[in-house]
């Protein structure tokens, strides 16, 4: 069956280490996969897009990196402060507009 | 610019009630998704919008849904009569093209729907 799994358990981190979230995936063959962060009571927000033919993206903290053999992405938050914590939803798109979301991981980030 | 703006936040309805939630998209956005996220779950597709046409509703768990776009503006779904396990978080999202040209989506808020 299609499965995106995301570490259910929490992540606790000290303010100032790198934070790093897992998303493996089963049964799909992703065009794409994004990453979003999501507040309580809050929808969710778009963070960064990596395609399947690259390996690595970045934009300022964040850090995404995208294995189709090991069907893996890695999402990594340097420095990480207080303010990043949060829950994190990798999704995926197949083809299309339809996008599939794993249930996320908690980020708690002390200081 | 506006975000993406659902009414009402939250919702108390008993079963065999309708409810009717409300998506306002940014403006110029043609495409408009609505998204659910049962207790305990994760965020599930329901149905994509381009404009006024239904693009995809393979999502939509039963009959007792409707989504409609009329006019490509703003969009409702209507949920009759509502059950015990429709509760939960419905979202709604915009986007001006294919979320894989790298701006993904623009979601709302949510209403967060409890049937009693």
């Known amino acids: 069956s299609q499965k995106i799994e995301q570490n259910s358990e929490a992540l606790n981190i000290q303010e100032g280490k790198t934070a790093t979230l897992t998303c493996n995936y089963t049964?799909?063959?992703?065009?794409?996969l994004q990453w979003y962060r999501q507040d309580p009571g809050r929808g969710p927000v778009f963070l960064l897009l990596i395609r399947e033919n690259e390996k690595e993206k970045r934009k300022e903290r964040l850090k995404v990196t995208f294995d189709t053999t090991l069907k893996q992405s890695l999402f990594h938050i340097t420095a990480s402060q207080p303010a990043d914590s949060a829950t994190y939803l990798c999704?995926?798109?197949?083809?299309?507009?339809?996008?599939?979301f794993g249930a996320g991981t908690r980020l708690f980030v002390k200081a | 610019e506006a975000g993406v703006t659902q009414f009402p936040s939250h919702s108390v309805i008993e079963k065999g009630q309708t409810v009717t939630l409300r998506c306002d998209p940014i403006s110029g956005h043609d495409n408009l998704y609505w998204y659910r996220r049962v207790m305990g779950k994760e965020i599930k597709f329901l149905l994509h919008?381009?404009?006024?046409?239904?693009?995809?509703e393979s999502g939509m768990p039963n009959n007792r849904f409707l989504a409609e776009r009329t006019g490509g503006t703003y969009s409702t779904l209507k949920v009759q009569p509502a059950e015990l396990e429709d509760s939960g978080v419905y979202f709604c999202?915009?986007?001006?093209?294919?979320?894989?040209?790298?701006?993904?989506?623009?979601f709302g808020s949510g209403t967060r729907l409890t049937v009693v």
């Open positions: 049964n799909y063959s992703p065009a794409y």
């Open positions: 919008f381009v404009k006024e046409s239904k693009q995809d």
């Open positions: 999202a915009s986007s001006l093209e294919n979320p894989g040209q790298g701006i993904g989506y623009t």
């Open positions: 999704a995926l798109v197949t083809g299309g507009f339809k996008t599939i």
